[in-house]
């Protein structure tokens, strides 16, 4: 076993690195802070404990003929994502062996129904992580940006959305699309007296905890939007992080601009009528917070309140 080391750089002499369970590193803590322990041993054991007790986070990538695309995103998870679930929508291209072949440890589930509503569902129910972060795979999203959504979900919030209008971005959207989101969104705010500054974007992290409160009964596109509402009728603390929205990489979007919001709008509106039946409830509450991530640490730079 290797010696730990402390901050200062000095390595105490009785100290080894410890690994277990959590259930076992308790167990050893009780013993070591026994009165015939040794003392200078008890911070290890504490620092062990803490390392292991960070919550696993588990990504969700619906795909839908990306066979160009997922190598890009998958060369860019980092190391923060300890299970990658892809959930495929029937491809005919070929997604499933390239993202095979690019990394052999993750998870493919075949979705049984259509759309990217259901995708996710299946994807949720597959994914064993504490937390779940949902990206596309068409490139337009960073994966890299995963640690600042974790950064707020170990911060105090229970919901974390990406938003591409509080000093993020897009390079994707259309003219029309922005129209329809600026829209919607309005309307959400309005409805749901919430504070959004983004809608219909699809890079969300949240405590498994949560997946019972969440609306995962839509099949398609509004999927986002049914997992927003839903959050802020649950009362969930949510923040919003700024995401750049890139270009999709290759191919075409399979979203239709008015098809898809109208069914964002049945989602508004219906979620609307169901304003009133039980949640976990904590009362609305929504809190759009503006937090720059650092270039060069990655991590935001301003500090969620609690
Ligand atoms: N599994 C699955 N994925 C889908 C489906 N429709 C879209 N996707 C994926 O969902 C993500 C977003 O879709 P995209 O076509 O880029 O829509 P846009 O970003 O709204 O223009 C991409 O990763 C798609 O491959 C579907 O029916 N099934
Ligand atoms: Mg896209």
């Not at 959504?149 to 971005?169: A, C, P």
């Amino acid at each position: 076993m290797a010696p730990i080391h402390e901050p200062n750089g000095s390595t105490p002499a009785t100290t080894q690195v410890v690994s277990g369970s959590p259930a076992d590193l308790r167990a050893l803590d009780a013993a070591l802070r026994h009165p015939d322990a040794g003392a200078a041993e008890v911070p290890v054991i504490i620092s062990a404990l803490t390392a292991h007790e960070q919550p696993s986070v588990s990504l969700v990538i619906p795909t839908k003929n990306e066979a160009s695309n997922v190598p890009w995103v998958l060369g860019q998870i980092p190391a923060c994502v300890d299970e990658i679930v892809i959930v495929d929508g029937h491809s005919s291209d070929a997604t499933i062996v390239t993202a095979r072949s690019c990394r052999a440890d993750i998870t493919i589930v075949t979705q049984q129904g259509v759309g990217k509503g259901d995708a996710l569902r299946a994807g949720f129910a597959a994914a064993t992580g504490d937390v779940l972060v949902m990206i596309d795979a068409d490139g337009s999203m960073a994966p890299q940006e995963i640690p600042h959504f974790l950064y707020f979900l170990e911060n105090g919030y229970d919901f974390v959305k990406g938003s591409r209008f509080t000093g993020g971005g897009s390079r994707d959207i259309t003219r029309l699309g922005r129209m329809g989101n600026i829209a919607l969104l309005r309307l959400v705010n309005v409805l749901f007296e919430a504070q959004l500054t983004d809608l219909c974007y699809g890079f969300c992290a949240f405590h498994r905890r949560y997946l019972p409160f969440l609306n995962l009964a839509t099949t398609g596109f509004e999927v986002e939007t049914a997992l927003v509402i839903s959050a802020l009728r649950a009362g969930l603390r949510i923040a919003e992080v700024p995401s750049m929205e890139m270009p999709r990489r290759y191919g075409r979007s399979n979203l239709h601009t008015f098809r898809d919001g109208r069914r964002v709008l049945e989602t508004i509106l219906r979620e609307h009528r169901h304003r009133n039946l039980p949640s976990v409830g904590r009362g609305l509450q929504s809190v759009a917070v503006v937090a720059r991530a650092d270039s060069s640490t990655g991590v935001p730079a301003q500090r969620a309140p609690q």
